[in-house]
């Protein structure tokens, strides 16, 4: 007898290969953990470990937090959520640029994909990326994975909020794809942005969403509105980015701050004594996966 849709997705969450003892693929993802320190003008790798800033054309270098979460932050902080990674607008005073952009992303390892148990070559076979944001300029904005592996492809869709400085609540399910390509390695798997604003150099008016296609640095999202990036001051933040293997989205598997921690110094470990930052792990920093 077949088995029903409701079946075959919850067989698929049951047999879920988990990346070690987790079931997110994302490292730090309810945002805890920010050894180099909780606010920075840099883009890069500056504040919450794993997550950074990348921006370009701006007049106004937008500024990265470890952000914190109150009572009144309705939905992530009942779910047990007490910290995210914000971004703060700058004074774009000259507009916006057709090269213009300010995103997050996220890059996640080759060998965490490969072994995760997504059969990511099927195009019915699943991974569900789940997270909380909030915008203080309710618009669209675009979430944009791109495989760094092989012939990069990127897939992108939507994501809007209910409403200005509103936490909502995002989840959405991504297929396999024949093109997709990841090494049993430490080198660049897939990029998830959060793409904030980009200007129509990198954009086109006919992009398709929720689809594979080879990557094109100038067809990364539809046109985008104009209207955060123009705001002083606007701000974008995220919380409980989870990514994992199954068509269905789970509650966030919390870690506790010690293996938080753990996970992170991989890559990045500061030793408080000295005030020395070093990098460990054959990971490394910068480029690669951080």
Same mark, same amino acid.
């Given at each position: 007898m077949a088995l029903s849709q409701v079946g075959l997705e919850r067989l698929n969450t049951a047999t879920t290969k988990k990346i070690g003892t987790s079931k997110n693929i994302v490292i730090n993802?309810?945002? +805890?953990?920010?050894?180099? @320190?909780?606010? !920075?003008?840099? %883009? &890069?790798?500056?504040?919450?470990?794993?997550f950074k800033t990348n921006y370009s054309g701006v007049d106004n270098n937008p500024t990265q937090v470890q952000g914190s979460l109150s009572s009144s932050d309705t939905g992530p902080y009942e779910a047990g959520f007490r910290?995210? +990674?914000?971004?703060?607008? @700058?004074?774009? !005073?000259?507009? %916006? &640029?057709?090269?213009?952009?300010?995103?997050?992303?996220?890059?996640?390892?080759d060998q965490d994909l490969a072994?995760?148990?997504?059969?990511?070559?099927?195009?019915?076979?699943?991974?569900?990326?789940?997270?909380?944001?909030?915008?203080?300029?309710?618009?669209?904005?675009y979430v944009i994975l791109e495989s760094k592996d092989g012939t990069s492809r990127q897939y992108s869709f939507a994501i809007t909020p209910t409403g200005?400085?509103?936490w909502t609540k995002v989840t959405h399910t991504i297929p396999g794809n024949t093109g997709l390509q990841f090494s049993n390695d430490n080198g660049e798997g897939i990029e998830i942005y959060f793409g904030i604003f980009y200007g129509t150099n990198l954009t086109t008016s006919g992009h398709t969403l929720n689809t594979w296609k080879t990557t094109s640095s100038s067809d990364q999202a539809p046109d985008m509105t104009s209207t955060w990036f123009t705001t002083n001051n606007a701000t974008f933040e995220i919380t409980g980015v989870q990514l994992e293997v199954g068509s269905v989205a789970t509650d966030f598997e919390f870690k506790s701050f010690a293996e938080d921690l753990t996970l992170c110094q991989r890559y990045f470990q500061r030793f408080e004594s000295a005030g020395d930052s070093h990098m460990l792990g054959a990971a490394g920093d910068g480029t690669t996966t951080c």
């Open positions: 993802g309810a945002c +805890f953990i920010a050894q180099r @320190g909780s606010s !920075s003008t840099s %883009a &890069g790798y500056q504040t919450v470990d794993r910290k995210t +990674f914000k971004i703060t607008n @700058g004074n774009q !005073s000259s507009g %916006a &640029g057709a090269g213009d952009q300010i995103s997050m992303s996220y890059l996640i390892e072994t995760s148990g997504w059969n990511y070559l099927s195009t019915t076979n699943y991974v569900t990326l789940s997270f909380w944001f909030k915008s203080s300029v309710a618009q669209t904005f200005a400085d509103t």
